[in-house]
């Protein structure tokens, strides 16, 4: 009965989540789920912060193709403007007499080919075709498109069927040679399904998110908005996220608000709280969770528990879902886990989730409007604490967070513990841990239905209660970065258990004998904890997940690799000590090879003397410690064999995203690593046996190799001096980051790269010439090095010879119009005869330079400027003995100065006349003689300036009545 009563208990939460309410009978459906249609015409002229989006679109559709038909979607998440962008697109001169044919259809939600075919036939020929049959209205589309280029926009379609889309294309394939058709959709696996092209549509950036609230709140304002209103205006912008729609809507909901209490009121407010008539915001997004399948559901609605902003491990959402039975099901044939990715990634395909913009492929974030969402579909039954209870803690509550950089002080008198289900911390700043006012078995005996624990963190937990063994519905503890030194015997009692996290329990030395009992464990995460030799205790769990972080082989019989064959590895793993097996059989019953769900692996050697090393052995050695195919990282460190193994040479890990050789020294060639297609990031350290990479051993003789390398570093690579890429052609397509550190001896050129966002050389004291399309260059210790023309923002260059480099450089970049950050930083050297020494720094030749830094130039005595720069805003001169002019007439040719640093310039006595810019803000003046004696006539009546710094400044040479301005503080 008490079962019968917990699961009836179960199924109510479960309404809720649905949304099921109670009634006395049938109820239609009152057509919340309908979505709205538009037509090809934009309500707005202009469309804010999508000049790139809309230029990719168009080039898109105007460029020459071989193919019939092509296709590509925008995806994205609802509320972004997709509609939008294609109706500016849509209507856009430039396309105009591309295409003989233009059709806009908003496609209906329940995808129905007669139906479809029906509305794209009808929106052609302008008229109404009533056949019922689908042969009729196909043939005649097909008679209308045939041989004629034509432009097709499907706006919002939903459909994830591909045969249905099949059979929808059938007459569109007709079209004349270059025809498009451009899709909207909030799922990528509409996309999917169409075999189309993607482009995803990210939130506004910050600017471009002002501009648009401000259209609709201060339309007409005259002749400013009110101080006070855009102060809380900001705050509600920041609530909307980037996200167009509710910028758009807030903003014009606010506009005829004219009391300052009603914005503070909306500001304060949730946006859900809004009715349909005032926002579009709800019923758009509530579409996207109404359209969920219900397993789905039940998964999104359980993030309520998560954070606005919180960055979250899928793994560990997957690991509640788990816990929860959310993957459980009758008829579902995969494992647990297997059915939990998949429901991530649906819902990451349908923009519930989006990738964490931190480079960690791991971690994924929820925009904040879908964040209220989940709380909104989820709010008697998942709450926050410390964030929710303004709304009120309802007795339904079956799910309960806190923030753990707080200290938590117990429940309060709202909650009924005994009825709880999970109990976790959300950690928003990765580290910090968090008391607990109560006692760990006080806490323990309010739970009853618990079932999801996590006391990770929780700075008084040294000892595990013996009460632990009542929490019988347990299936999920977290005892992570605890002070724990054992487990209580009562730990067997926990027979539902599936995961248990240990991680990083330095203090438990001891292994809980316990687990072997635990017979639905399913999940057990080991790394970083005290136990010395953990394989060795594993043996008995044939079926559990193992996560352990690293093995020590040794060379005693009690401790070998051959340990690691029983267990089913997941996630990361680092062998160490290679150089202790002493048969390379052994390696190959570690079975490596038997281990899908191992992600990144690092091999490492620690040789004391390998001048008398067997290589062949530890080539062998290698060789047999062949991964699975799914491997995602691999790093291999110190390895002395002469060639990389085979399973590297042939291309058997076609998954990779990371890959790291270091310190390899008598490796004389690299692999193909230009056929691997997921390839993301590859750093080659050390490898001083290469002196030069060929097209054929690098690339792979492949025309498109390193497809999706997006960074690539070489460090420390001493003999090398040759990179044969001449013949490569389409290599590295999407490369951003590229460093090239301490290669004494390359003197070649490097390849074109055609999408870099930042290049880093430093000490290649040989290589002379260097073809730039980067956005950002750094330069170290490069003193021959010339840059060709170039398009870059950013450019530093800083060691010896930079000076006497830049000197020829700045004739290379006469007018460089995208310039805007310019650094040069030289310890202070003579200028050799055979190179021009720069003694006038031509400002004007920089029109979008923003910040110039100058350090080390002996014989540079001004900088001239003759023409008005509005976007100069710091200047920096540093150690130039003989400067002696700042820019004449600088008050009015650099408006928007606003910092000036000068130290090491003895010569410079004076500011110039007409004084400085009305709009600096700060100076800073170092070791710079009799300089500070100008300032008193420097500045004009309304000044801006709020911080003076005078350092290193001989005592006679301060004026005598000191130096004093309004509202400036002076250091």
């Known amino acids: 009965m008490a079962q019968v009563i917990e699961d009836l208990g179960y199924l109510a939460d479960e309404s809720n989540i649905l949304g099921l309410k109670k009634g006395g009978g049938v109820e239609v459906g009152s057509g919340s789920s309908s979505k709205l249609t538009y037509s090809s015409l934009p309500n707005e002229s202009v469309i804010y912060g999508r000049d790139n989006d809309k230029e990719f679109l168009i080039q898109w559709l105007t460029s020459d193709t071989h193919n019939n038909l092509s296709i590509l979607s925008i995806v994205g998440m609802g509320g972004l403007g997709k509609t939008s962008l294609a109706q500016h697109v849509f209507n856009d001169q430039r396309i105009k007499d591309k295409f003989g044919i233009k059709a806009w259809v908003s496609v209906p939600q329940e995808f129905d080919v007669l139906k479809v075919s029906r509305a794209i036939l009808d929106t052609i020929t302008g008229s109404t075709e009533r056949s019922m049959q689908q042969e009729v209205i196909q043939r005649s589309l097909k008679e209308e498109l045939a041989g004629k280029k034509f432009l097709l926009v499907l706006d919002d379609v939903w459909n994830e069927n591909p045969s249905k889309w099949e059979d929808v294309q059938k007459p569109l394939v007709f079209g004349g040679q270059g025809s498009r058709i451009l899709v909207t959709a909030r799922g990528e696996k509409v996309a999917d399904s169409m075999r189309s092209e993607k482009h995803h549509l990210e939130i506004l950036k910050e600017d471009y998110c002002w501009e648009l609230f401000a259209k609709h709140a201060f339309q007409g304002a005259n002749p400013q908005p009110d101080p006070d209103f855009v102060e809380i205006a900001k705050k509600i912008v920041k609530k909307c996220d980037g996200l167009p729609l509710a910028l758009k809507t807030m903003g014009s909901l606010l506009h005829n608000k004219s009391f300052l209490w009603e914005w503070e009121n909306i500001m304060r407010s949730d946006i ?180 999801v624990l996590s006391l990770n963190r929780c700075r008084i937990l040294t000892d595990v209660p013996e009460s632990i063994g009542n929490l019988k519905h347990l299936r999920s503890l977290d005892l ?60 008995k769990l044939k079926n559990v997940q193992v996560s352990m972080s690293s093995f020590h082989v040794e060379k005693s019989k009690e401790i070998n690799i051959q340990q690691l064959g029983q267990l089913n590895l997941h996630g990361s793993l680092t062998i160490d000590d290679l150089q202790n097996i002493e048969n390379p059989s052994y390696a190959l019953e570690a079975n490596l090879e038997s281990k899908p769900h191992l992600a990144e692996l690092w091999l490492t050697w620690n040789f004391i003397d390998s001048s008398f090393v ?240 100058l350090s080390g130039f002996p014989d540079l005595q001004m900088i001239s400027k003759d023409h008005v720069l509005n976007h100069l805003r710091h200047l920096t001169i540093d150690n130039c003995p003989k400067f002696e002019s700042l820019p004449a007439n600088m008050h009015m040719l650099l408006p928007s100065l606003i910092g000036i640093d000068i130290k090491d310039c003895p010569r410079l006595e004076s500011f110039p006349e007409g004084g400085l810019p009305s709009n600096l803000k700060y100076i800073t003046l170092n070791n710079c003689s009799r300089l500070h004696v100008s300032l008193k006539g420097a500045f004009r009546d309304g000044s801006s300036l709020e911080i003076l710094t005078i350092n290193n400044v001989e005592a006679e040479c301060f004026p005598e009545e000191g130096l004093s301005f309004a509202g400036t503080t002076l250091w």
């Open 480 to 539: 992570s970065w605890t002070q724990i030194e054992k487990l209580p015997d009562s730990m067997s009692l926990l027979y539902k258990l599936q995961i248990l996290k240990l991680n990083e329990c330095r203090r438990l030395k001891q292994f809980p004998s316990c687990l072997h009992k635990l017979q639905n464990l399913r999940c057990l995460e080991l790394v970083g904890i005290g136990v010395e030799n953990v394989a060795a205790h594993l043996g």
């Open 614 to 853: 067997d290589s062949e052995k530890v080539e062998d050695v290698v060789e047999n410690l062949r991964p699975l195919k799914y491997l995602k990282k691999l790093s291999i460190w110190n390895y002395i064999g002469k060639h990389f193994p085979n399973w590297l040479l042939h291309n058997s890990l076609p998954n990779l995203v990371s890959l790291v050789f270091v310190d390899c020294r008598s490796c004389e060639r690299l692999p193909p690593l230009g056929l691997l297609p997921f390839l993301n990031h590859l750093s080659i350290v050390g490898l001083d046996g290469i002196m030069s990479i060929i097209d054929a051993d690098f690339h792979g003789n492949n025309s498109s190799s390193f497809k999706s390398l997006q960074r690539l570093y070489f460090s420390d690579m001493r003999q090398w001096e040759k990179w044969d890429c001449q013949a490569v052609r389409g290599a590295f397509p999407r490369l951003q980051h590229f460093s090239i550190k301490n290669c004494p001896k390359l003197r070649a050129h490097l390849p074109k790269f055609v999408a870099l966002k930042d290049l880093y050389v430093s000490n290649c004291e040989q290589l002379e010439a260097l073809i730039v399309s980067a956005i950002e260059l750094r330069l170290q210790d490069c003193g021959k090095l010339q840059l060709e023309r170039s398009t870059m923002k950013k450019l530093t260059m800083d060691g010896h010879g930079m000076a006497a480099s830049s000197v020829a450089m700045v004739g290379h970049m006469l007018f460089d119009t995208s310039l805007e950050y310019f650094s040069i930083c030289s310890p202070l050297e003579t200028i050799s005869d055979d190179c021009v020494s720069l003694k006038i720094f031509p400002l004007d030749f920089f029109p979008k330079l923003r910040t110039l830094k």
């Open 272 to 451: 859900w709280d809004l009715s349909e008539n005032e926002s579009g915001i709800l019923p758009a997004l509530k579409l996207s969770y109404i359209h969920l399948p219900s397993h789905l559901k039940k998964c999104f609605a359980f993030c309520a528990l998560l954070p606005k902003g919180y960055q979250f491990d899928k793994d560990i959402l997957i690991q509640w879902w788990m816990a929860q039975n959310f993957l459980e099901s009758p008829i579902q044939k995969k494992s647990p886990t297997e059915a939990g990715e998949q429901y991530f990634n649906d819902l990451l395909s349908w923009s519930f989730f989006q990738q964490s913009s931190n480079q960690d492929e791991e971690r994924f974030i929820m925009h904040d409007l879908l964040n209220d969402l989940a709380k909104y579909v989820c709010k008697d039954v998942c709450i926050s604490i410390g964030v929710d209870e303004q709304e009120g803690i309802s007795k339904t509550t079956r799910h309960c967070s806190f923030l753990s950089e707080f200290c938590f002080d117990g429940f309060g008198s709202s909650i009924d513990t005994q009825k709880l289900h999970t109990f976790t911390q959300t950690d928003p700043n990765s580290g910090w841990v968090w008391d607990c006012k109560m006692s760990i078995d006080d806490l323990f005996s309010r739970f009853k239905l618990i079932r």
